[in-house]
Nanobody, 115 residues
Framework: QVQLVESGGGLVQPGGSLRLSCAASISGFSTYTMAWYRQDPGNQRELVASVSPARSTSYADSVKGRFTISRDNVKKILYLQMNSLKPEDTATYYC?????????WGQGTQVTVSS
């Protein structure tokens, strides 16, 4: 059974940093495109960043230069380093694993940026 378990969320002041982790219980982790999405109440879930099996990365314009996605294929962990956090980054962050035709989601971790 596939499990994605996020951790690392919390309350941080504007300008601060957090690192999210997603521990994956998934066979063939290195062959999945991994991604972070976020959603706040009243809005659709949006793609924040993704990393391919070849470690090619992409980012939403709103987080470019501030967030860094990375993966450890040995430990089967996905990371999201978030720097220079802004109040508008407040959301529930979800880990996603995709390899056609399957896609899996974690339960989410809350990030709140507030003074």
């Amino acid at each position: 059974q596939v499990q994605l378990v996020e951790s690392g969320g919390g309350l941080v002041q504007p300008g601060g940093s957090l690192r999210l982790s997603c521990a994956a219980s998934i066979s063939g982790f290195s062959t999945y495109t991994m991604a972070w999405y976020r959603q706040d109440p009243g809005n659709q879930r949006e793609l924040v960043a993704s990393v391919s099996p070849a470690r090619s990365t992409s980012y939403a314009d709103s987080v470019k230069g501030r967030f860094t996605i990375s993966r450890d294929n040995v430990k089967k962990i996905l990371y999201l380093q978030m720097n220079s956090l802004k109040p508008e980054d407040t959301a529930t962050y979800y880990c996603n694993a995709k390899r056609s035709p399957s896609t899996y989601w974690g339960q989410g971790t809350q990030v709140t940026v507030s003074s």
